[in-house]
């Protein structure tokens, strides 16, 4: 991943993988601001070049929610595994939830460094599949 002083939409290629059916992948282990606001500047991008711009603030808005609910559920995973606890016990579950807020927000900066240690990513990914009905 590119730097975020390098985060340029690079229109081209954009055109490039929607004419030839490919994905285009945005990859982040921190999800800052800048890459928040990379991911809409794509999505903008890709929709003006299908000429669907009218669906922007709809799907801007998705994948805004399901970013970050990827980045929360990343933070759990390295979380729960730094205190020994299973997350899909329901017991372990309720203890670790407990503290969950509090000691992610004040620590969050060795959680997301965890995550990134873990491969703990989250990556949007951007295609067009064109189906025939003949």
Known sequence: MAS????????????????????LTITTYTL?????????????????EMDQIKLKDYII??????????????????YFTERGLDINDNRDYELGMENFKNETISNIAHYLQMQKEKGLCIKVVLQVKRTLFI
Do not use: H, M, W
Request: hydrophobic share 40%; charged share 35%.
């Open 4 to 23: 975020t002083s390098e985060l340029i939409v690079d229109e081209v290629k954009i055109k490039k993988a929607i004419q030839s059916g490919l994905p």
């Open 61 to 78: 808005y998705c994948v805004q929610e399901l970013v970050v609910n990827a980045k929360k559920a990343n933070t759990k995973r390295v």
């Open 32 to 48: 800052p601001k800048e890459i928040e606001v990379y991911i809409e500047e794509v999505i903008d991008a890709f929709l003006r």
